[in-house]
């Protein structure tokens, strides 16, 4: 009787942490909320024409830059630096998009050319 107790125990222990851990991921990439992705799907479904116009209605987070600045890259290249970042998403047609991403501060820092500091997250486009 003991010993089915301490199985039983042990068996509700380890269900209510692999519960917790789903609820606290929510099914998510690591590191992250749900928000840190828009796919090809939920851009050519935003009746917008262009990654700015995407960004702007779907993630406006993503373009604030309250505490540090925000890095671009296109297709792993980093954009932006003598042109607004606005200018190069206008630029880019919600048509020709695959996937666009949010990297966090300390992710984003470890991008090629980025900023050691300063930095809030970085927005990572990637096109067809």
């Excluded at 003991?2 to 929510?26: D, E, H, I, P, Q």
């Excluded at 671009?72 to 290249?77: A, C, D, S």
């Amino acid at each position: 009787m003991k010993n089915r107790l301490r199985v039983l125990a042990v068996s509700l222990m380890v269900l209510s942490v692999a519960f917790l851990t789903a609820c606290a991921s929510g099914g998510e990439r690591s590191g992250g909320s749900m928000y840190q992705e828009i796919t090809s799907e939920e851009a050519q479904q935003a009746n917008v024409s262009t990654a700015y116009e995407l960004i702007e209605r779907h993630r406006a987070q993503w373009l604030r830059t309250g505490s540090g600045q925000v890095l671009l890259y296109v297709n792993g290249t980093r954009q932006g630096q003598g042109v607004g970042i606005r200018q190069v998403l206008e630029g880019i047609p919600v048509s020709s998009i695959q996937l666009i991403e949010w990297a966090e501060e300390t992710e984003a820092r470890r991008l090629p050319q980025a900023p050691s500091s300063n930095v809030r997250g970085a927005i990572l486009v990637t096109t067809r």
